[in-house]
T-cell receptor
């Protein structure tokens, strides 16, 4: 499974757009990129998944450049409730469903 | 999406004792997973539990310490045996909906404190 590197922490203010970048230089051809969000005292929650280019849903956007060696999770107009830890995971469908979590990025949104 | 419940939500236990954590899913699922999250840390996969077969443990985790049962497609238990303070963690179960994606659903976790 490809190793991921993310910033340990980020600060933002309400209403700003937040971009969290994840590096995964050893991503394999059949690997997908998935992001999870974890609030304090809760289990992680799936946010978004992509393979290349751009994916958007009601929560976030995921930008993946052509070389796929990094990805950026974009959270538009964050609010205090977006304060959480965000995990970037990389893996393929043939990994037996195992999720390998890295350290994650602790996002703190301030008023 | 699957709804997952865990019991107990938290417990304080004495060293040397054992605790069994239950994970219940509101729908049938093939794959269930158990994770540990130590204070301030990320999640670490303990084992994969498939119905009808022995659980598959990750490196560093053994069946004698973390026996797992998977009696049916909606239920699993994880036992933390002969506990020590180092076992103080949050234990979470998750399920894979089997759609060949990386979208798993997690339970709320069981916060274990060993004194």
């Amino acid at each position: 499974l490809a190793k991921t590197t993310q910033p340990i922490s980020m600060d933002s203010y309400e209403g700003q757009e937040v971009n969290i970048t994840c590096s995964h230089n050893n991503i394999a051809t059949n690997d997908y990129i998935t992001w999870y969000q974890q609030f304090p005292s809760q289990g992680p929650r799936f946010i978004i998944q992509g393979y290349k280019t751009k994916v958007t849903n009601e929560v976030a956007s995921l930008f993946i450049p052509a070389d796929r060696k990094s990805s950026t999770l974009s959270l538009p107009r964050v609010s205090l409730s977006d304060t959480a830890v965000y995990y970037c995971l990389v893996g393929g469908y043939n990994q037996g469903g195992k999720l390998i979590f890295g350290q994650g990025t602790e996002l703190s949104v301030k008023p | 999406s699957a709804v997952i419940s865990q019991k107990p939500s938290r417990d304080i236990c004495q060293r040397g004792t054992s605790l069994t954590i239950q994970c219940q899913v509101d729908s049938q699922v093939t794959m269930m997973f158990w994770y540990r999250q130590q204070p301030g840390q990320s999640l670490t996969l303990i084992a994969t539990a498939n119905q009808g077969s022995e659980a598959t443990y990750e490196s560093g985790f053994v069946i004698d310490k973390f026996p797992i049962s998977r009696p049916n497609l909606t239920f699993s238990t994880l036992t933390v045996s002969n506990m020590s303070p180092e076992d103080s963690s949050i234990y979470l179960c998750s399920v894979d909906q089997g759609s060949s994606s990386y979208e798993q659903y997690f339970g709320p976790g069981t916060r274990l404190t060993v004194t």
